[in-house]
């Protein structure tokens, strides 16, 4: 694409065609301040935030929806432009009721932060501003606050051109106007707490997180969502070692820059049903007698085991779980459950909800290992090593039979009746990679500390007469002395995996 060369406030800059000036401008780290626009949408224009002066010309004109031109001189901090971002300012807070103190939005509200940027005049304003109605649930999980929408449109546009289903609108004109749904139906669609995040104000909030803790206490680390194979790119927010939300983390090759509203809501399982200490049929042991118990049985028994593998397990265990069944075990046969399925929906959801089920597949594979789906005919062998359970009802009967050693991050029936039950840490308590749908291997990173310790770390001690015992420290030594070679990517290390993961 042809390049322009293009001046912001005397900065040249060289630029493709077609580039709106807001973009333009960050591309030199400078700010034009902007409420309706947003990258992923179509350009509205409606709230005049963005007015910059280009030499020449004799109006301001709107950054979002000027693009570059070859020679064009742009000022973005003339005292033109200035009075202008304030004069929007006070249009805007004409019937805002500047309620921060009790708004969710606060401390990621663009009304404030560029009032602290841009404005910091005292109000004019004395009449009455107009009432309107206050935080109710337009949807199950999504709560409106009519007050404090500045009519941007960008909800309205999210559901219409990304999502496609267009079920939202402005409903009467100038500051009458609030956002609705057509024929004032519930606002329940799969991807509807999106609009919360995008919203630049606190007029759309998330009903699961409003309230439960200040956005600038909570800390955020690079993830991936484990609600189904898609693995869309995710932050997790965290504070004294607990979620308290998912939020989309943008990724173009992935989830572009949303999640689905079950993913979103899927931090909640991090802090359920965990368990939390090694068992023997249901009673509390210590992780060292857990341990040996289970050496001695691959060192004596080993002729007689079985390995099934719950698809929701990173790559770096699957290889160890590779290797201990290939080099050790000498068995070549691995088993594996899947979850339930789900209907892909041609937005995100991919029908396989076992995050890492093309990991699994793919590293077996190259181990050269036979992978099965669990069958209640199969013939299992006397003792069963389960990795991660998550063990549908049909196999729980048949399971029971055997001598089930399961290491799992959750517990329930099933799990506490094992003979061992080893806790391991939740994909939000490690390191590790995973391979989605579409190929893409993305790292993950440990948001919060747990007292388990990682599947690598058991199965290394099972493996340790195999390799030098430091090459399976852990996941990043995995990763870079076994992994990567073995999926093509030999010159990729575990610390240089881009944030947006790479294509296999
Ligand atoms: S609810 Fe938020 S995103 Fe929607 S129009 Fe109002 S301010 Fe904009
Ligand atoms: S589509 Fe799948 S990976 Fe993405 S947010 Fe939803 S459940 Fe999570
Ligand atoms: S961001 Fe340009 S007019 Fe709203």
Redesign the pocket.
Known sequence: MALCNIKINGKPLSVEEGTNLIEAAKLLNIEIPHFCYHRHLSVAANCRMCLVEVKNSPKLVPACQTKVSDGMEVFTDTERVKRAQAAIMEFLFINHPVDCPICDQAGECYLQEYYMKFDKTLSRYKEEKNKKRKAYLIGPRVIYDAERCILCTRCIRFMEEVIKRPVLGIKYRGDKGYITTFKDETFDDPYSVNTADICPVGALTSADFRFRVRVWELTETDSI?W??S???SVKVCHKNNIVYRFLPRTNENV?RFF??D???L?YKLIHTDRLNYALRRGNQIDSESAQSFISEIVASDSQNISLVVSPSVNNESLYLIGRLARDVLKNSNIYFVQAETWEEDGI???RIRDYNYFGFVRVMKSLGLNIAELKTDLQLKKTVLLFGANMRDEYKNILRQKRVIVFDTHTDDFVRSAEIAVPVTSLYEDDGTVINSDGILQRYKRAVESESLAMVYYLRNLLSDLDDEYLFENEESVFDNFLSPLLGIRDMKFAGIPPEGIRL
């Open positions: 969502c609600g189904c898609k693995n869309c989830n999640i689905c079950e993913g979103r899927s995100l959801k991919s």
